[in-house]
């Protein structure tokens, strides 16, 4: 996990990027009403702003609310720590899931008479998914790819002089 604002920072677009790209092929798939090599590819046009909307939401204003409630739940160095990554995790997708999907809806269907019952539509539709992906997928993902790149990090801080 992040120690550093640095590392936040890296942390969290690498999450963005990982949870942003699957959610668009998934909305993209749903659309479509299949799933198709292509999918993967149209997915990077949307990919580019909906990581900038991410990014900014999470680093500042989720990623601030989320801690403040988790800890009311759960407590590092007390409880164990798949339980305060569990926590976090859904208290993050709880969050991220309806604003994210407010934000495609506004882009990708225009502000209308029916934003607000759209919203609502793709916000059930994404939260399962978005759960899913988080706490099985995404989240391991991104944590084993964080401690690979810090850990060369500090081997390469402690490793004796030659």
Request: positive net charge; proline residues 6%.
């Amino acid at each position: 996990m992040p120690k550093t604002k640095f590392q936040e920072v890296i942390f969290t677009i690498l999450m963005v990027m990982v949870m942003v790209y699957a959610m668009v092929v998934y909305n993209i798939a749903f659309d479509k009403g299949e799933m198709s090599n292509q999918i993967f590819l149209l997915a990077f046009h949307e990919f580019p702003i909906m990581v900038a909307a991410g990014f900014i939401l999470e680093l500042l204003v989720v990623g601030r609310i989320v801690p403040g409630l988790a800890f009311r739940i759960v407590t590092p160095g007390k409880d164990r720590p798949i339980a305060v990554i569990l926590v976090i995790s859904a208290l993050t997708v709880c969050f991220m899931c309806p604003i994210m999907s407010f934000i495609a809806t506004v882009l990708f269907q225009g502000v209308n008479s029916d934003l607000i019952v759209n919203w609502l539509q793709i916000s059930v539709r994404n939260f399962p998914m978005a759960l899913c992906w988080q706490i099985f997928y995404a989240g391991p993902l991104v944590r084993w790819i964080f401690g690979k790149i810090f850990r060369q990090g500090r081997e390469r801080a402690t490793a004796p002089a030659a």
